[in-house]
């Protein structure tokens, strides 16, 4: 309860923070609606007396206080519509301020988060519940407050009104009421807890459908055949979230209409009384429309109040599922004591490191051991699985080690902030990304603070072999690449492959980390990148993984993997003369082109 109040607490911090202009002219509007219905049947009621008055007094002449009344009338049912019509707009410009800030919020968050997060399908829950309710989920609290302020005291002012005609019809106003109550509040509750537990099948319904729509799987799923088997798939996943929910609304509909029933006998009882009690004489026809339309209005009110209730009984079921995101808890940050790096010029040195991935049960990487000098180009080789990626991920910091440590000109990783150190690497990674952007800025991604940067990118194009194509595409390196967008232009995975080579280079980092940089190049462009490797990196730390031996054997060093643990480490040529792994592999690999 404690952590509900103090969520309502933030979302409405979370709603001034990004509109508070907008979020006051929309209260002061909501709190002058909230008044304008009973002025409204206040002025019917004396219209309709003077009506009376002078249809009795079978006078031919409108009396000038019926022509006041009747403009009265007018003016305020116009002040209510415009009120209701600037109320939409100032709804909807607060929405969207909010909306920008929320994302905000999530971007900023999932982009800072550990990567360590995505290993677990939690994550991804918490991830689309969170950028399902965020953008929204704060004004609905706002909103549904300030409804249940402005419905009570609409209610209060009705309910007296009615009073004055028999307490009992005040009353019956209200206790019709309570099963309606109810039933919102048993039923926000299970559709929580229903769409809280349907969070994953949802998703799977929603990969199931982006197997079926998205660029990447249309060509598996068209040479494989798959479109129908996928398509069966969605249908399940999506029919059991849906059919589930709409059982509950069905029950949840047949109990309201049992309810509106009940509200329905309320309405004749009042009615029967009325108009017993005018043709009585005890009332005028004025009472009489008045009474009549604050009954009515006090219902509607009920159902608003209703409504907001359950609303924000809703709302404080879902809003912790925003916090919760926003709370997860970043554990790759700098540890006291906090060290700085600005440029790199001495050492890395890898102490003892362990690693296991969440959920698996042996080691990734084991008792590794080695060090990097500045300058020093290291290869790092082994058979799939071994456990180089993970090993570049750890360089990186994208995850801590569990045990051992990583330093950086004797500084231990854990105690340097991981953005300042990052600006030390570039990097391109097995799964290097594609944007679908200029090709230009394709390459200045690498170093996005640069602002001068036209002659570096054309040099790194130059170095990947990648410049000549770029020149010949219709606007040249502004020309947008991938095939998202109108006028752009797709390339082959090798020439993707030279533009993040050329990224890497252009951004002017120390170290530099290739993870298999070269395995969708053609001969003769890996020839002429490899032949030249030493010139590239100019005077950078490098770390190449490669399952190439020719290109493996330019390195200074080699550090073989084998299970996580080093196997052997050495020049190429200590490495050949130990006849060990790397000499039976390498001899494996060009006995080939020997034969
Ligand atoms: P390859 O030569 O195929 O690229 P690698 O040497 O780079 O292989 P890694 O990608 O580091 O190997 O993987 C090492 C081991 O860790 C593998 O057994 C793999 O199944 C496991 N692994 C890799 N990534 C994850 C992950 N995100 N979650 C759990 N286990 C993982």
Request: net charge positive.
């Amino acid at each position: 309860m404690n952590n509900k109040f103090k969520y309502f607490r933030e979302s409405l911090k979370l709603v001034w923070q990004s509109a508070p202009g907008w979020t006051f002219a929309n209260i002061l509007l909501s709190v002058l609606r909230s008044i304008l219905p009973l002025l409204l049947i206040w002025l019917l009621k004396n219209l309709v007396d003077e009506l009376t008055k002078t249809v009795s007094l079978n006078s031919p002449e409108v009396l000038p206080s019926i022509l006041w009344l009747i403009t009265a009338v007018v003016i305020i049912w116009f002040v209510d519509e415009a009120t209701s019509d600037l109320g939409n707009y100032v709804r909807k410009k607060q929405s969207m301020k909010l909306e920008i800030h929320m994302y905000g919020l999530i971007h900023s968050k999932s982009v800072r988060l550990d990567l360590l997060n995505f290993e677990y399908s939690g994550y991804f829950d918490s991830l689309s519940r969170a950028s399902r309710e965020a953008p929204w989920r704060p004004n609905s609290i706002l909103n549904n407050i300030v409804s249940v302020f402005r419905s009570l005291l609409s209610l209060m002012l009705m309910a007296g009104v009615l009073v004055v005609l028999h307490w009992a019809v005040a009353l019956l106003l209200f206790v019709v009421n309570i099963p309606g109550i109810w039933l919102r509040l048993k039923y926000a509750g299970t559709l929580y807890n229903f769409q809280r537990e349907q969070t994953p099948e949802a998703r799977k319904a929603a990969y199931f459908n982006w197997l079926l729509t998205g660029d990447r799987p249309s060509r598996e799923i068209r040479l494989f055949g798959l479109g129908d088997y996928f398509t069966v798939l969605f249908k399940k996943s999506f029919l059991k979230t849906k059919e589930e929910e709409i059982r509950i609304i069905r029950k949840r509909t047949v109990i309201e209409l049992v309810s509106d029933l009940v509200k329905a006998s309320a309405v004749m009882i009042t009615l029967v009384f009325l108009t017993r009690e005018t043709i009585g004489g005890k009332l005028t026809l004025g009472h009489m429309t008045m009474f009549v339309l604050a009954f009515r209005q006090g219902m509607m009110y009920i159902k608003d109040l209703l409504s907001s209730l359950a609303g924000l009984y809703e709302d404080s079921l879902f809003i912790g599922d925003i916090f919760e995101f926003l709370n997860l808890e970043e554990k790759i940050k700098a540890f006291p004591p906090v060290a700085e790096i600005r440029e790199f010029s001495s050492d890395i040195r890898v102490n003892n490191i362990s690693f296991t991935y969440p959920g698996n049960n042996t080691h990734t990487i084991k008792d590794v051991s080695f060090n990097i000098r500045k300058g020093e180009v290291i290869a790092v080789v082994g058979p799939n699985g071994a456990g180089k990626t993970t090993l570049v991920r750890l360089l990186c910091r994208l995850y801590d080690p569990d045990s051992g440590s990583i330093s950086i000109d004797g500084k231990n990783l854990k105690n340097l902030d991981p953005d300042q150190y990052r600006k030390l690497l570039s990097v391109v990674f097995q799964d290097f990304m594609l944007y679908n952007l200029g090709a230009g800025e394709n390459i200045r991604l690498g170093n996005i603070s640069e602002s001068n940067a036209s002659e570096n990118i054309i040099s790194a194009a130059r170095i990947t072999g990648i410049h000549d194509l770029i020149n010949d595409l219709p606007d040249g390196y502004s020309t947008i690449i991938g095939n998202l967008f109108n006028d752009s232009r797709e390339l082959s995975w090798g020439e993707w492959q030279k533009l993040a080579l050329s990224r890497a280079l252009f951004r002017d980092a120390p170290l530099l980390i290739l993870d298999e940089p070269s395995s969708a190049l053609d001969a003769d462009t890996e020839y002429e990148i490899f032949s030249r490797f030493r010139e590239i990196v100019r005077g950078r730390t490098s770390i190449l993984i490669s399952h190439r031996f020719t290109n493996v054997s330019l390195a200074d060093r080699i550090v073989v993997l084998a299970n996580g643990s080093i196997a052997e480490i050495g020049t190429h040529d200590e490495l050949l003369e130990n006849k060990g792994m790397y000499h039976a592999m390498y001899t494996k690999q060009t006995s080939r082109f020997r034969k």
